[in-house]
């Protein structure tokens, strides 16, 4: 697809999107015109019925996404970007389709929240983690400190916001920032196994799952109920569901088409 800037890339293959971060001279630093592709993308992306899964991946070998454009801090239209950087970050969870993040190298702050804001985190062993905000006087947006206690905890949260310094894969593994440590060379190949497990799975099933998650890690008095009522009783009145018990009688894998 043709996207607003090649700081950008979005590809697919047997049922994965994959949305990559182009930018490997400034290691995957996340600028105004990357954050507004990521919306063009994940539009193209959640209306593709070939695609059942997302892959949050950065190109080349030094990092996913070492941060924010710092170079952009000052730029001429701060409450432009602003509201695009918001948009970008609040869109990643807003997908009806499971989203992965393939980490390696760098994960820092503003990379970080992309994470996070992924529903399963896979990392290489090479891969490091923090959130500077400390070290350059700005406060970690509400929405990313809410995921990050959600993930760690309160106590290791602000630890981790509290001296900007960074983890390995193994810490931020015990911790539970991450799902799963793997070799370096083995990171796309455990990817793709897991991406197609979730393309076999029924589409509708993994959707209420998440927004039932989601909700219920909010404040009570935010949650959407009616939401989760709505993803249970389209699974409830769903071909997916007929077909599942009948594969089930049947003895054979279900064929899902996420109707």
Same mark, same amino acid.
């Given at each position: 697809?043709?996207?607003?800037?090649?700081?950008?890339?979005?590809?697919?293959?047997?049922? =994965?999107?994959?949305?990559?971060?182009?930018?490997?001279?400034?290691?995957?630093?996340? &600028?105004?015109?990357?954050? $507004?592709? $990521?919306?063009?993308?994940?539009?193209?992306?959640?209306?593709?019925?070939?695609?059942?899964?997302?892959?949050?991946?950065?190109?080349?070998? /030094?990092?996913?996404?070492?941060?924010?454009? =710092?170079?952009?801090?000052?730029?001429? &239209?701060?409450?432009?970007?602003?509201?695009?950087?918001?948009?970008?970050?609040?869109?990643?969870?807003?997908?009806?389709?499971?989203?992965?993040?393939?980490?390696?190298?760098?994960?820092? !702050?503003?990379?970080?929240?992309?994470?996070?804001?992924?529903?399963?985190?896979?990392?290489?062993?090479?891969?490091?983690? !923090?959130?500077?905000?400390?070290?350059?006087?700005?406060?970690?947006?509400?929405?990313? $400190?809410? /995921?990050?206690?959600?993930? $760690?905890?309160?106590?290791?949260?602000?630890?981790?916001?509290?001296?900007?310094?960074?983890?390995?894969?193994?810490?931020?593994?015990?911790?539970?920032?991450?799902?799963?440590?793997?070799?370096?060379?083995?990171?796309?190949?455990?990817?793709?196994?897991?991406?197609?497990?979730?393309?076999? &799975?029924?589409?509708?099933?993994?959707?209420?799952?998440?927004?039932?998650?989601?909700?219920? !890690?909010?404040?009570?008095?935010?949650?959407?109920?009616?939401?989760?009522?709505?993803?249970?009783?389209?699974?409830? &009145?769903?071909?997916?569901?007929?077909?599942?018990?009948?594969?089930?009688?049947?003895?054979?894998?279900?064929?899902?088409?996420?109707?």
């Amino acid at each position: 697809m043709k996207l607003s800037t090649d700081k950008m890339r979005a590809e697919k293959d047997n049922g =994965i999107g994959w949305i990559i971060f182009n930018n490997p001279e400034k290691r995957n630093a996340l &600028n105004h015109e990357m954050r $507004v592709a $990521v919306l063009e993308i994940f539009d193209a992306f959640d209306t593709d019925d070939d695609i059942r899964v997302i892959v949050l991946k950065g190109a080349g070998d /030094k990092a996913f996404i070492s941060g924010a454009d =710092i170079g952009q801090f000052d730029d001429a &239209n701060p409450e432009i970007r602003e509201k695009v950087s918001q948009e970008a970050w609040g869109r990643y969870g807003k997908s009806r389709k499971p989203v992965i993040a393939m980490i390696h190298g760098f994960c820092l !702050g503003g990379g970080l929240l992309v994470a996070l804001n992924a529903d399963l985190r896979i990392a290489s062993e090479d891969a490091q983690f !923090g959130i500077p905000a400390a070290l350059l006087g700005i406060a970690y947006p509400y929405d990313g $400190v809410q /995921k990050l206690v959600a993930s $760690v905890g309160p106590i290791k949260a602000k630890e981790i916001l509290f001296t900007g310094q960074r983890y390995s894969a193994a810490q931020a593994h015990a911790m539970g920032l991450i799902n799963e440590v793997v070799t370096t060379d083995n990171l796309e190949k455990r990817v793709r196994e897991i991406s197609a497990i979730l393309c076999r &799975n029924a589409p509708l099933s993994m959707l209420a799952s998440k927004v039932l998650v989601d909700q219920i !890690g909010l404040d009570e008095s935010v949650r959407n109920i009616n939401a989760c009522r709505a993803v249970a009783e389209a699974c409830a &009145n769903s071909a997916d569901l007929a077909e599942g018990k009948l594969a089930f009688r049947e003895k054979r894998k279900p064929v899902f088409q996420g109707h």
